[in-house]
C-alpha cells in the first residue's frame, strides 16, 4: 500500500511538472560565453559549441517532458548590472537564475519548439535588438516633447507621418512588386538606429508585412523626423527580375530624395576606408520620387 501511494504521488508531481512553465537565457556568442567564464561556479564547458550542446539536449529534455519552455538572451553585462543593483554575489547559481527570472524572462523570449538552437539563436538575437531599436527610438521620440510655438506632440506627429511615408513610398512604387526598405538614424556613441521592412505588393494591390517589423520601422523613421534627428530610408525593388535602389535623406520632418548620383555613391563606397568598390550587378540606382508627408 505504501508502494503503491509513493508511485501515486511521482506520477502525481511528473503530471504537476506539466503545468509549470520557464525560460532559459542562452549565452549568444563566444564573446559573452568567455565573460561567464571568469565565474568560477558557473559549470564547465569545453568551449561555446558544447555548452550549446548542453543547451540543447536540456531544452529537448524540458519539451519531452510535456514542460513550455520559453527561451531569453543571457547578457552579462546586464547580469553583473543586476547584480550590483541588487547586492548580489555574482558568482552562484542562485544569482543566474534569479537574474533570468526577473530580467531575461521580463524581456525578449521566443519559445522552443523542438528546432536546433543554432536556428533559433538567430531568430533570438534579432527579435531582442528589434526590441531595443523600438525602445530606444521610442524614448529617443517621448524626449522630443511638444512644439513651443503651437503645443503640438512632436513625437506624436513624427510617428504619423512616419506612418504616411511608409504608405505613400509603398504606393509610389506600385503593384506587383516586393521592396526591401532600411532606415538609419545616427544613434548613440556612433551606433546608428536601423529599421528594416520587408514589404510585399501583389498584382491586386495588396499589401503583406510583418506588423512587428512595420512598427519598429516606423518608430526609427520617426525618430529621424524628429526636429533634432537626421537619417536616411532606402528602397530597394525586386520587379520582373529587376533591382532598382533609391532613397531620401530626413531632415527637419521631411523627405529630401536622393540624386542617382547620392544613392550610387552611398552604395558604391566602402563605409569604413571611403574606397570606391564596384557597383552590384543588375542594380540600377535612380533618383527618388517626392513623398509628401502633409
Request: hydrophobic share 40%; charged share 25%.
Amino acid at each position: 500500500m505504501t508502494d503503491m501511494a509513493h508511485q501515486g504521488k511521482d506520477r502525481d508531481r511528473r503530471l504537476l511538472s506539466r503545468e509549470v512553465t520557464g525560460t532559459v537565457a542562452v549565452l549568444a556568442d563566444e564573446r559573452d560565453f568567455a565573460a561567464m567564464r571568469r565565474y568560477r561556479s558557473f559549470p564547465i564547458f569545453g568551449d561555446h559549441a558544447a555548452y550549446l550542446r548542453q543547451m540543447e539536449r536540456l531544452l529537448r529534455t524540458r519539451t519531452a517532458r510535456g514542460a513550455h519552455t520559453s527561451v531569453a538572451l543571457f547578457d552579462p553585462a546586464g547580469y553583473e548590472e543586476f547584480c550590483a543593483e541588487e547586492h548580489l554575489d555574482p558568482d552562484t547559481p542562485a544569482s543566474r537564475n534569479r537574474y533570468t527570472a526577473e530580467v531575461a524572462a521580463a524581456g525578449t523570449t521566443v519559445a522552443y519548439e523542438g528546432q536546433p538552437i543554432r536556428r533559433l539563436l538567430p531568430r533570438l538575437v534579432d527579435e531582442t535588438a528589434q526590441q531595443a531599436t523600438w525602445e530606444y527610438a521610442s524614448d529617443l521620440i517621448a524626449r522630443s516633447g511638444g512644439c513651443t510655438s503651437c503645443g503640438e506632440d512632436v513625437g506624436q506627429a513624427a510617428f504619423v507621418r512616419a506612418t504616411r511615408a511608409l504608405r505613400r513610398i509603398v504606393e509610389a512604387f506600385g503593384w506587383g512588386r516586393r521592396h526591401h526598405l532600411v532606415c538609419t538614424v545616427p544613434g548613440p556613441g556612433g551606433v546608428p538606429l536601423v529599421g528594416v521592412l520587408d514589404v510585399d505588393v501583389d498584382a491586386c494591390g495588396t499589401v503583406e508585412l510583418g506588423e512587428a517589423d512595420a512598427l519598429v520601422f516606423c518608430t526609427v523613421v520617426a525618430a529621424g523626423l524628429t526636429v533634432e534627428r537626421s537619417g536616411a530610408i532606402v528602397v530597394r525593388t525586386l520587379a520582373h527580375g529587376a533591382e532598382t535602389v533609391c532613397g531620401w535623406g530626413m531632415a527637419d520632418g521631411a523627405l529630401r530624395p536622393l540624386t542617382e548620383g547620392e544613392v550610387f555613391a552611398a552604395y558604391c563606397t566602402d563605409i569604413v576606408t571611403g574606397e570606391p568598390v564596384p557597383p552590384e550587378h543588375g542594380v540600377e540606382y535612380r533618383e527618388a520620387p517626392e513623398i509628401d508627408l502633409e
